[in-house]
């Protein structure tokens, strides 16, 4: 399965406890100091996590299980749901902007954030509203220039008046706009510190001046610990109305957007996803809320699987796999799709947590494994490939012959592929498996 | 069949470590001393401003923990939330208390005053490990490359060293090799002017290795001591960008066998966990020689270095603790673990 960090440690968690009726304190103990160090690992603030850690306690206990369904897998369902409701819930409204009126966007955050990268990555997502881009960092060397440069590529108009007060720049560029009925000016300022009174109190006069709509802050997705304190130091300067979260195709689990969220109150309007400007993607809480967990829900993963799968089989797959219908020959199919993809190696390095885990002797025997369950299905007739319990011990050497392995090497595989649609089973059941959702309908699951 | 990837490697790289001798040879002091006494604030002084704004802090904090006669299990929990929430990370907290558990459990610890002595004294001993000379006096020249991930503060960073490096009498060079980033290259400019540092730089687009190349060229005929390579800011899962650093590499190494002479990470001191996984990529990249954390002058401990250091066996070289070319101080140790634990 390619569920890494959290599922398949409470895999192991409570994988003793099966055959037990509801949630319990006792058999979700284990659980939960798994979720905590999940959550820990993936950069939720320390003291976010106890709180979120005691909600689900509660959520928790007395919950009851379906038949078949393990309480680990229960709690797993019930962990991201509090996540994805902690993040603003399943279905954010947009980010619109009407196009009968002005807008005016101002852009605030840490140096190295990505505020004019995402600037102008926003003059792009509207440019029917014909933005201009207005360059306020007057500190760091050729930022004006930088914001000129994405302005153009964006097709964006640019207003720039040197390294003088920012204030008379935004309102210059204001006054700029509206000359040329630009519907949205976005206003680029130097990255600063929160701790930094000067240039916190510089952003409050210009935000005085400029009398933004919008004030976006830009967090870079990696922001460890501390990302509840800047949050909350620039909110509370200058009341923020989204956060956009940067750097997303990383591989960063991104719990500090659950710090934003948590202290801010404010939405998380987009994820930026590299450095080309039409990296912005609506932010999603389903996504993120499964990559805090580990779930491997990583973008560039999901563009490599879309590569290789077209939507239709993609949802083909997931119907199967929900459906128990799932068959060798599936499982096959999308073994060849993963080989497609590149080497396990570096997919799995792809996988948040993954790359931690494993060394490199170890992906070098997955691959191997790889190779070695291709050669087995490959060798089994179609009647057996649907229905690998006609599997009987002359057909077994056969197979062995065709694919170069041997009987106990082809049950470790059938066995394993047992556990694994179990396992797609209970899922489901427990009313978790959206694949759809968590990873828009491209990732092979049968990994 | 992937079922079994997710067992967890066993590597004790404390163990390791523990075997590894204390040999600190800071050259970085030396060669750097005369930039370093001329400031009024010294790096103690800059790190314990930026370190001790946070509220608390993590010595108050500390102190709290034996005053209310608390069980040892609750001293503990404490000293650990204090030390992940500097971003030292789950595992390498784990360890850290592994290794004082037994003190306060016996009782050789009964003090905070010592707790955090022996929390300091395992940080900075770790810290101290990994130091040998910077290799910026070869011959014909040294060759620096600095490279991370987008904003980190490489570039900035390369100007710092080459102020620092020019103030003891080094003939510096810069090519700015991102040629990717809107206004990268002027930016590297704009600090050469400053330092007057030259800078080689190659057109918009331009294959950054052939930069490279080119620098590595002019640095030769010039007489210049080091070479500054600037790269682009490339997230560790960009393949394709990684293997251009590896590109930028080679070329310089058919030039010049010995050379990158120092290969710099520059990792922001706001990073979480991730920098792990960025230590990690570049490393195997480039066989990294130091690494650089920016940024201390805010609100971030950068904590998660400390487990990096350890896994990686690599030195810190330098901290950066502002905006101005100035604002970069040899990594010391001691300075930072006193800093770390320093009250407000
Ligand atoms: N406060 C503070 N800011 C820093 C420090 N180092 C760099 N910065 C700021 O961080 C921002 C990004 O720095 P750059 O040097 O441009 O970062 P970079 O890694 O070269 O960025 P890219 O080339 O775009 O990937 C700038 O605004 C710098 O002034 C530091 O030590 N402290
Ligand atoms: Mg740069």
């Given at each position: 399965m390619m569920f890494g960090g959290l599922s398949e440690k409470l895999q192991t968690a409570v994988s003793k406890m099966s055959g037990?009726?509801?949630?319990?304190?006792e058999n979700i103990k284990d659980a939960l100091r798994d979720v905590r160090l999940a959550l820990l690992e993936a950069d939720v603030n320390f003291l976010l996590v106890k709180e979120v850690v005691e909600q689900i306690r509660q959520k928790a206990v007395g919950v009851a299980l379906e038949k078949g369904v393990q309480p680990a897998q229960k709690l797993f369902s019930l962990v991201h749901e509090q996540l994805v409701e902690l993040l603003g819930g399943e279905q954010p409204t947009p980010f619109q902007l009407s196009s009968g009126?002005?807008?005016?966007?101002?852009?605030?955050?840490?140096?190295?954030?990505g505020k004019t990268t995402t600037a102008g990555k926003l003059a792009r997502y509207f440019k029917d509203l014909k933005p201009t881009l207005v360059a306020a960092d007057i500190y760091r060397p050729a930022a004006i220039s930088q914001l000129a440069t994405v302005a153009k590529q964006a097709g964006a108009d640019f207003y720039q008046a040197g390294q003088k007060d920012p204030v008379e720049i935004a309102r210059e560029g204001l006054a700029k706009a509206k000359e040329s009925n630009s519907r949205l000016v976005i206003l680029d300022t130097a990255g600063r510190l929160q701790i930094d009174e000067d240039l916190m109190n510089e952003l409050i006069r210009v935000k005085a001046a400029f009398e933004p709509d919008?004030?976006?802050?830009?967090?870079?997705?990696?922001?460890?610990?501390?990302a509840i304190k800047v949050a909350q130091a620039f909110d509370e300067k200058l009341n923020i109305t989204g956060v956009i979260l940067s750097k997303a195709?990383?591989?960063?689990?991104?719990?500090a957007a659950l710090s934003v969220s948590k202290v801010t109150k404010k939405p998380i309007l987009f994820l930026g996803i590299g450095e080309k400007l039409d990296g912005l993607e609506l932010f999603s809480a389903q996504r993120v809320a499964s990559r805090i967990l580990g779930m491997g829900d990583v973008v560039g993963l999901v563009e490599k699987a879309s590569e290789v799968m077209d939507e239709s089989t993609a949802k083909k797959m997931q119907r199967k796999m929900g459906?128990?219908?799932?068959?060798?020959?599936?499982?096959?199919e999308q073994m060849q799709m993963i080989k497609k993809m590149g080497p396990m190696g570096d997919l799995l390095k792809m996988i948040p947590g993954v790359g931690q885990m494993i060394g490199e002797e170890q992906l070098g025997g997955v691959e191997q494994e790889m190779k070695r369950t291709v050669a087995i299905i490959s060798s089994m007739t179609p009647h057996e490939r649907q229905d690998p319990s006609i599997l009987n011990g002359s057909r077994k050497r056969r197979v062995a012959q065709g694919s170069g392995t041997n009987a106990q090497q082809i049950n470790h595989l059938l066995r394993q592929f047992e556990q694994m649609k179990q396992a797609m089973k209970q899922m489901k059941k427990a009313g978790f498996f959206k694949p759809a959702n968590l990873l828009k309908g491209k990732l092979p699951f049968g990994m | 069949m992937v079922f079994s990837l997710f067992k967890k490697k066993s590597?004790?790289?404390?163990?390791?470590?523990?075997?590894?001798?204390?040999?600190?040879?800071?050259?970085?002091?030396?060669?750097?001393?005369?930039?370093?006494?001329?400031?009024?604030?010294?790096?103690?002084?800059?790190?314990?401003?930026?370190?001790?704004?946070?509220?608390?802090?993590?010595?108050?904090?500390?102190r709290g923990v034996f005053g209310q006669g608390a069980g040892h299990e609750e001293i503990l929990e404490e000293i650990e939330a204090i030390l992940i929430q500097a971003d030292l990370g789950v595992k390498t907290t784990q360890r850290l208390l592994d290794q004082v558990r037994p003190l306060v459990e016996t009782n050789q610890i009964r003090d905070s005053t010592a707790l955090i002595e022996k929390l300091r004294e395992l940080i900075q001993k770790q810290m101290s490990l990994h130091v040998s000379p910077l290799k910026l006096n070869e011959k014909p020249f040294s060759v620096v490359l600095i490279a991370g991930i987008n904003g980190v503060g490489k570039t900035t960073t390369t100007a710092k060293i080459g102020n620092l490096l020019q103030a003891t009498g080094k003939k510096c060079m810069f090519a700015a090799c991102d040629t990717f980033r809107a206004g990268a290259v002027e930016q590297l400019g704009i600090w050469g002017e400053r330092l007057n540092i030259p800078v080689i730089t190659g057109s918009e687009g331009q294959d950054p290795a052939s930069v490279a190349f080119e620098a590595m060229k002019k640095a030769q005929k010039e007489d210049i001591d080091v070479l500054l390579i600037d790269t682009a800011g490339r997230l560790h899962t960009q393949k394709n960008l990684m293997e251009e650093l590896g590109k930028i590499q080679r070329v310089i190494q058919k030039n010049m066998p010995a050379a990158p002479h120092e290969i710099f990470l520059v990792l922001d001191s706001i990073t979480g966990q991730n920098a792990v996984h960025q230590a990690r990529m570049f490393h195997e990249m480039l066989k990294l020689t130091g690494l650089v954390m920016t940024k201390l002058d805010g609100t971030a401990k950068g904590g998660v270095v400390f487990g990096i250091q350890e896994e990686l066996g690599l030195p810190i070289r330098f901290v950066g603790v502002g905006e101005k070319f100035t604002d970069l101080q040899p990594f010391d140790p001691q300075s930072y673990s006193q800093a770390l634990f320093e009250e407000n």
């Amino acid at each position: 399965m390619m569920f890494g960090g959290l599922s398949e440690k409470l895999q192991t968690a409570v994988s003793k406890m099966s055959g037990q009726s509801s949630l319990t304190e006792e058999n979700i103990k284990d659980a939960l100091r798994d979720v905590r160090l999940a959550l820990l690992e993936a950069d939720v603030n320390f003291l976010l996590v106890k709180e979120v850690v005691e909600q689900i306690r509660q959520k928790a206990v007395g919950v009851a299980l379906e038949k078949g369904v393990q309480p680990a897998q229960k709690l797993f369902s019930l962990v991201h749901e509090q996540l994805v409701e902690l993040l603003g819930g399943e279905q954010p409204t947009p980010f619109q902007l009407s196009s009968g009126r002005q807008h005016k966007i101002l852009m605030v955050g840490l140096q190295g954030s990505g505020k004019t990268t995402t600037a102008g990555k926003l003059a792009r997502y509207f440019k029917d509203l014909k933005p201009t881009l207005v360059a306020a960092d007057i500190y760091r060397p050729a930022a004006i220039s930088q914001l000129a440069t994405v302005a153009k590529q964006a097709g964006a108009d640019f207003y720039q008046a040197g390294q003088k007060d920012p204030v008379e720049i935004a309102r210059e560029g204001l006054a700029k706009a509206k000359e040329s009925n630009s519907r949205l000016v976005i206003l680029d300022t130097a990255g600063r510190l929160q701790i930094d009174e000067d240039l916190m109190n510089e952003l409050i006069r210009v935000k005085a001046a400029f009398e933004p709509d919008h004030i976006l802050m830009v967090l870079d997705s990696m922001t460890g610990q501390e990302a509840i304190k800047v949050a909350q130091a620039f909110d509370e300067k200058l009341n923020i109305t989204g956060v956009i979260l940067s750097k997303a195709d990383g591989d960063a689990r991104g719990g500090a957007a659950l710090s934003v969220s948590k202290v801010t109150k404010k939405p998380i309007l987009f994820l930026g996803i590299g450095e080309k400007l039409d990296g912005l993607e609506l932010f999603s809480a389903q996504r993120v809320a499964s990559r805090i967990l580990g779930m491997g829900d990583v973008v560039g993963l999901v563009e490599k699987a879309s590569e290789v799968m077209d939507e239709s089989t993609a949802k083909k797959m997931q119907r199967k796999m929900g459906s128990g219908e799932f068959n060798l020959e599936d499982f096959l199919e999308q073994m060849q799709m993963i080989k497609k993809m590149g080497p396990m190696g570096d997919l799995l390095k792809m996988i948040p947590g993954v790359g931690q885990m494993i060394g490199e002797e170890q992906l070098g025997g997955v691959e191997q494994e790889m190779k070695r369950t291709v050669a087995i299905i490959s060798s089994m007739t179609p009647h057996e490939r649907q229905d690998p319990s006609i599997l009987n011990g002359s057909r077994k050497r056969r197979v062995a012959q065709g694919s170069g392995t041997n009987a106990q090497q082809i049950n470790h595989l059938l066995r394993q592929f047992e556990q694994m649609k179990q396992a797609m089973k209970q899922m489901k059941k427990a009313g978790f498996f959206k694949p759809a959702n968590l990873l828009k309908g491209k990732l092979p699951f049968g990994m | 069949m992937v079922f079994s990837l997710f067992k967890k490697k066993s590597t004790r790289l404390a163990d390791q470590i523990e075997k590894e001798s204390e040999s600190v040879s800071v050259d970085t002091q030396s060669i750097l001393n005369p930039v370093t006494e001329s400031k009024e604030e010294s790096l103690y002084d800059r790190l314990k401003r930026g370190l001790s704004r946070t509220s608390g802090g993590l010595v108050a904090s500390l102190r709290g923990v034996f005053g209310q006669g608390a069980g040892h299990e609750e001293i503990l929990e404490e000293i650990e939330a204090i030390l992940i929430q500097a971003d030292l990370g789950v595992k390498t907290t784990q360890r850290l208390l592994d290794q004082v558990r037994p003190l306060v459990e016996t009782n050789q610890i009964r003090d905070s005053t010592a707790l955090i002595e022996k929390l300091r004294e395992l940080i900075q001993k770790q810290m101290s490990l990994h130091v040998s000379p910077l290799k910026l006096n070869e011959k014909p020249f040294s060759v620096v490359l600095i490279a991370g991930i987008n904003g980190v503060g490489k570039t900035t960073t390369t100007a710092k060293i080459g102020n620092l490096l020019q103030a003891t009498g080094k003939k510096c060079m810069f090519a700015a090799c991102d040629t990717f980033r809107a206004g990268a290259v002027e930016q590297l400019g704009i600090w050469g002017e400053r330092l007057n540092i030259p800078v080689i730089t190659g057109s918009e687009g331009q294959d950054p290795a052939s930069v490279a190349f080119e620098a590595m060229k002019k640095a030769q005929k010039e007489d210049i001591d080091v070479l500054l390579i600037d790269t682009a800011g490339r997230l560790h899962t960009q393949k394709n960008l990684m293997e251009e650093l590896g590109k930028i590499q080679r070329v310089i190494q058919k030039n010049m066998p010995a050379a990158p002479h120092e290969i710099f990470l520059v990792l922001d001191s706001i990073t979480g966990q991730n920098a792990v996984h960025q230590a990690r990529m570049f490393h195997e990249m480039l066989k990294l020689t130091g690494l650089v954390m920016t940024k201390l002058d805010g609100t971030a401990k950068g904590g998660v270095v400390f487990g990096i250091q350890e896994e990686l066996g690599l030195p810190i070289r330098f901290v950066g603790v502002g905006e101005k070319f100035t604002d970069l101080q040899p990594f010391d140790p001691q300075s930072y673990s006193q800093a770390l634990f320093e009250e407000n």
